[in-house]
């Protein structure tokens, strides 16, 4: 079993920044894949970033490419979302997931465990 809990969500003006953390417990965090999706409103869960188990891979939606950059601390059992040039359109729910595949999958259905997420709310 693994719980993940995801912080820093909030409202910010376009243009702004937000870095999001996923903290995570009852698994060996560093042997995991790490993703971040979004959901907003009347869409589907869309794959934003995601690294492999020893940070050195990462991959991102095109959406989010040169704004937004995943990272993780072993260590601190934490990923993180840092979050740069917010647009309104990145408004959504920022989800954490682990993944039990030795590689970045694209697909939500490739993740097997998820935090509750955190609101990002991005105004124009």
């Known amino acids: 079993q693994v719980q993940l809990v995801e912080s820093g969500g909030g409202l910010v003006q376009a243009g702004g920044s937000l870095r999001l953390s996923c903290a995570a417990s009852g698994r060996t965090f560093s042997t995991y894949v790490m993703g971040w999706f979004r959901q907003a409103p009347g869409k589907e869960r869309d794959f934003v970033a995601g690294?492999?188990?020893?940070?050195?891979?990462?991959r991102y939606a095109d959406s989010v490419k040169g704004r937004f950059t995943i990272s993780r601390d072993n260590d601190k059992n934490v990923v993180y979302l840092q979050m740069n040039s917010l647009k309104p359109e990145d408004t959504a729910v920022y989800s954490c997931?682990?993944?039990?595949?030795?590689?970045?999958?694209?697909?939500?259905?490739?993740?097997?465990?998820w935090g509750q997420g955190t609101q990002v709310t991005v105004s124009s």
């Open positions: 690294t492999s188990s020893s940070g050195r891979t990462t």
């Open positions: 997931a682990t993944s039990p595949y030795g590689n970045v999958r694209l697909m939500a259905r490739d993740y097997d465990y």
